[in-house]
T-cell receptor
Framework: AQKITQTQPGMFVQEKEAVTLDCTYD???????LFWYKQPSSGEMIFLIY??????QNATEGRYSLNFQKARKSANLVISASQLGDSAMYFC?????????????FGRGTQLTVWP | DTEVTQTPKHLVMGMTNKKSLKCEQH?????MYWYKQKAKKPPELMFV???????INESVPSRFSPECPNSSLLNLHLHALQPEDSALYLC?????????????FGPGTRLTVL
C-alpha cells in the first residue's frame, strides 16, 4: 500500500512567490519521521527538511518550512521567495519507527518549475 | 560536511561487461544504501548495509552484487546486465539505521546498458 501520496505531478510558480507542495501519508504507527528531498536535473537527491511525528513545532530550514497537520496526515512543504534554482523534482518520504531497518518510503514526486 | 561521492558519473557498458560502481563517505556513518532510479520515478531501494553487514536485499537480481569493504566504502559490482537496468544509481549513507537518521545521497551514476 502506498504510504506517501503527492498529488501534484507538476507545479509552476513565479520567481519570488511562495509555493506549497502537497504530501499526505498513510500509517497507523504513531512514531514516524517525514523527509523532503529536492532532486535537480543533475540527479543528486538533496535533503531539505525533517519533521518528527512527536515534534511540537513545524520544522523550518531557511526558505523551507513544513506545514505539518498530524490529524490530517499531511506534511506540505512551503518554499518562500522562490528562486529559479528551486526548479527541480521534490520528493516527500516517510520513515516509520516500526518498519524494517529505517526504510524510506518515497512519494512519486512533484516537478516544480520556477519562471521569471 | 554531508558529502557522499560516487564514481563514475556516467557509465556505458555492454551486456557482457563487468563493471563496478563506487561510493564513499567520510562522515563516520555506519549505514549505507544503494538505490536504483528510473526517469521520473522515485528511487527504489536495492541494498542496505549496516556496520558493513548486508541488512536488506530487496530481491535484487544476482547480476548486481554489493560489497562493503569498510565503513566508508560501498561498491556495486555489475555483471551481465540487461538494457532495462539502465538507470541512475544512487548511493546514500546515514548515521545508523535509526528512524531519525537522515539519509544523505551522492550525485549518482548514470548507467546505460547497450
Amino acid at each position: 500500500a502506498q504510504k506517501i501520496t503527492q498529488t501534484q505531478p507538476g507545479m509552476f510558480v513565479q520567481e519570488k512567490e511562495a509555493v506549497t507542495l502537497d504530501c499526505t501519508y498513510d500509517t497507523s504507527d504513531p512514531s514516524y519521521g517525514l523527509f523532503w528531498y529536492k532532486q535537480p536535473s543533475s540527479g543528486e537527491m538533496i535533503f531539505l527538511i525533517y519533521q518528527g511525528s512527536y515534534d511540537q513545532q513545524n520544522a523550518t530550514e531557511g526558505r523551507y518550512s513544513l506545514n505539518f497537520q498530524k490529524a490530517r496526515k499531511s506534511a506540505n512543504l512551503v518554499i518562500s521567495a522562490s528562486q529559479l534554482g528551486d526548479s527541480a523534482m521534490y520528493f516527500c518520504a516517510i520513515k516509520i519507527w516500526g518498519s524494517t531497518l529505517g526504510r524510506l518510503y518515497f512519494g512519486r514526486g512533484t516537478q516544480l518549475t520556477v519562471w521569471p | 560536511d554531508t558529502e557522499v561521492t560516487q564514481t563514475p558519473k556516467h557509465l556505458v557498458m555492454g551486456m557482457t561487461n563487468k563493471k563496478s560502481l563506487k561510493c564513499e563517505q567520510h562522515m563516520g556513518h555506519r549505514a549505507m544504501y544503494w538505490y536504483k532510479q528510473k526517469a521520473k520515478k522515485p528511487p527504489e531501494l536495492m541494498f542496505v548495509y549496516s556496520y558493513e553487514k548486508l541488512s536488506i536485499n530487496e530481491s535484487v537480481p544476482s547480476r548486481f552484487s554489493p560489497e562493503c569493504p569498510n565503513s566508508s566504502l560501498l561498491n556495486l559490482h555489475l555483471h551481465a546486465l540487461q538494457p532495462e537496468d539502465s538507470a541512475l544509481y544512487l548511493c546514500a549513507s546515514s548515521q545508523e539505521l535509526e528512524p531519525r537518521d537522515t539519509q544523505y545521497f551522492g550525485p549518482g551514476t548514470r548507467l546505460t546498458v547497450l
